[in-house]
């Protein structure tokens, strides 16, 4: 397991978040089997960044995990609850 919190402290857009750029790289070269998150809404700061990880996820069947399930979101109903979540 590995724990990235190289973005703790940064809110906003527009900031710099190299925490979450290395999380979407090792999505998407396939080393990721699950995110798992505290909550789900807070890996993302925007909607964009948001689907993107999705998408990600979704494309190469990373799972997301938060306190209230495991989501799939290569599974309509579960990307449907994933997409409502980041609100």
């Given at each position: 397991?590995?724990?990235?919190?190289?973005?703790?402290?940064?809110?906003?857009?527009?900031?710099?978040?190299?925490?979450?750029?290395?999380?979407?790289a090792a999505i998407w070269e396939?080393?990721?089997?699950?995110?798992?998150?505290?909550?789900?809404?807070?890996?993302?700061?925007?909607?964009?960044?948001?689907?993107?990880?999705?998408?990600?996820?979704?494309?190469?069947?990373?799972?997301?995990?938060?306190?209230?399930?495991?989501?799939?979101?290569?599974?309509?109903?579960?990307?449907?609850?994933?997409?409502m979540k980041a609100r």
């Open positions: 397991m590995v724990v990235i919190d190289d973005d703790l402290g940064r809110s906003g857009g527009g900031t710099a978040r190299p925490g979450f750029e290395k999380l979407l396939g080393r990721v089997g699950a995110v798992v998150s505290i909550e789900a809404s807070r890996l993302a700061r925007n909607g964009r960044d948001w689907h993107t990880l999705l998408e990600f996820c979704g494309l190469v069947g990373t799972l997301i995990v938060d306190e209230d399930g495991v989501y799939d979101p290569r599974q309509p109903n579960d990307r449907l609850l994933l997409g």
